[in-house]
């Protein structure tokens, strides 16, 4: 249910941590452009600070944040409409996520599977960011406030921590000063998996490029890869419960689906008893003439790396001014001298 107390405010962000895929954009990004609309206000971010928790090259970080930027641009976020700016030019983030570092309990942490997947075996080597990763994640959101955050099924963890974080806090001080964000996972772009299995997510570090569709790749790319994207032998079926234990048929239909904003009920309609060869021929296209256009439009963007500085600093204003009351007060609450 949503927190009435306060006013709708969208946030959410994405990592400058390499090309955008399908997933970000099927997952995030286009719904991101869907809440530009009253009656939320809307704030997106290019979490920079969460990159660095794995290693990143400077100059690469440099390059994927404003690429990034352009492709928020380019999916159809109007920078004068909403927030759009880069985490580290609003330190207001790291100063209320130390705070949720006093806030979130170890055993919290610990149970997050982001972690547990992304430290593998390998825990004891792996950043102290990394692990504190869900605690910066909370404060980006309730730094403005934010009441809905749009986000894949992947982050639906990290959401729940966030609401205990502020629960916990609420508690602590008796206040209500944190809103219960609501997690907004809905559509069948929520959990767009890989092309070359269909129970991995599709995401930007798999090592294999077939398994994801990049937003800068070329039509003849996008055409291989539908192409050669892994499928059963049966045929598509008509009704829903024909996709039971079929992954990689459900995570293709799911992707016609969003990319063609339609129910995947619908799909099935149209598409029931027709052969892979000819769905993926159809999907290709429609692949093709949704990503092009942005893609195209990226690339130009990215070139101007004046005016996104310029967007992103603009961007970066307006958040603080959001976010700076409401870290004044927090410290108030705790009882800090400032
Ligand atoms: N496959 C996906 N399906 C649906 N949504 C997805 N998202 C990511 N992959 C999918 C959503 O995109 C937003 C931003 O994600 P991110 O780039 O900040 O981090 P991530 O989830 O870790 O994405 P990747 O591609 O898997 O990155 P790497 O490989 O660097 O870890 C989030 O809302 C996420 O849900």
């Not at 985490?87 to 806030?103: D, K, R």
């Not at 959401?159 to 609501?182: G, M, S």
């Not at 559509?187 to 129970?199: P, Q």
């Not at 799909?267 to 021929?281: A, D, H, P, Y």
Request: hydrophobic share 40%; charged share 25%.
């Amino acid at each position: 249910m949503t927190d009435t107390a306060f006013k709708p405010r969208v946030f959410s962000g994405i990592q400058p941590s390499g090309g955008l895929t399908l997933g970000n954009y099927l997952g995030a990004m286009k719904r991101f452009v869907s809440m530009q609309a009253e009656p939320f206000e809307t704030i997106y971010c290019m979490v920079d600070l969460h990159a660095i928790t794995v290693w990143q090259n400077p100059t690469e970080l440099r390059d994927n944040t404003r690429e990034l930027c352009a492709g928020f641009i380019a999916s159809g976020i109007d920078p004068e409409v909403s927030t759009l700016f880069n985490q580290s030019q609003v330190p207001e983030h790291t100063q209320l996520a130390w705070i949720f570092n006093t806030v979130a309990r170890m055993g919290w942490l610990s149970r997050m599977t982001q972690f547990k997947d992304k430290a593998g075996k390998n825990k004891e080597a792996v950043s102290v960011g990394l692990f504190a990763y869900p605690a910066l994640m909370a404060a980006d959101i309730l730094i403005y406030h934010a009441t809905h955050v749009p986000v894949g099924e992947d982050q639906k963890q990290h959401l729940e921590l966030t609401r205990d974080i502020a629960t916990k806090f609420n508690h602590d001080y008796k206040v209500n000063f944190f809103p219960i964000t609501e997690p907004v996972i809905e559509g069948a772009g929520t959990r767009v998996m890989s092309l070359r299995d269909g129970l991995k997510k599709m995401s930007k570090s798999d090592p294999s490029d077939m398994s994801r569709i990049n937003l800068t790749d070329s039509p003849e790319q996008i055409n291989l890869k539908i192409q050669k994207a892994r499928t059963d032998s049966a045929g598509l079926p008509s009704e829903l419960s024909g996709l039971e234990g079929r992954p990689e048929a459900i995570n293709l239909v799911n992707i016609y689906a969003s990319l063609s904003d339609i129910s995947v009920e619908r799909v099935l309609n149209e598409v029931g008893g027709t052969s892979f060869s000819e769905f993926k021929k159809t999907l290709s296209e429609l692949a093709v003439s949704k990503l092009s256009p942005i893609s195209k439009e990226m690339s130009r963007l990215t070139k101007e790396t004046t005016e996104i500085d310029r967007i992103l600093g603009r961007g970066a204003e307006r958040a603080r001014a959001i976010a700076s009351p409401i870290l004044k007060k927090t410290y108030e609450i705790i009882g800090m001298i400032q």
